[in-house]
């Protein structure tokens, strides 16, 4: 199973989002404090629709205890940030990758992320661009992860409602 971590998220709704795309991929979820929000915000459950009660979500008081609770992320991390020079599609993720985004306003620490330099990636986009949304920065990523697993046992085909596909 695949893991986003956030780290000290800022904005209830980009959670909420980020949380609705874990329950629809069977994602867990770790948040990491301090945030900028109450987990019973109300954004964060707007966002999130009624699809938070199902997600699987821990907070973490700190990094520290993140890790101490997580032992398996040391070796598994991979770090989502505007600074890395190695593209997200050029990597393998592993069946139970964590995959860490950073702050809407400042990103991952460059001193945690130099403890990650293999492993940190990066969205490409425009120079003129400083970052992306959140929430889409973690769908892309996530689902290039889950592509790359032929997405588990992830529903892959749809049907109409009320008409059918010509065969």
Sequence with gaps: ???????????????????????????????????????????????????????????????????????????????????????????????????MFGRESAGIPEELLVQYEETAIRIPMNEKIRSLNLSNSVAIVLYEALRQHQFFSMQTEGDLHRLQWKR
């Design 1 to 99: 199973m695949l893991n986003i971590v956030l780290l000290e998220p800022e904005m209830p709704a980009n959670t909420g989002n980020i949380g609705r795309t874990c329950c629809a991929t069977g994602t867990r979820l770790h948040l990491i404090e301090p945030m900028g929000f109450r987990i019973n915000d109300k954004m964060l459950k707007r966002a999130g629709l009624d699809y938070w009660e199902h997600l699987d979500v821990t907070v973490y008081d700190c990094l520290e205890d993140f890790f101490e609770k997580n032992p398996a992320a040391v070796g598994n991390m991979y770090m989502a940030t505007t600074k890395s020079k190695r593209n997200y599609c050029d990597v393998s993720y592993p069946e139970d990758a964590y995959i």
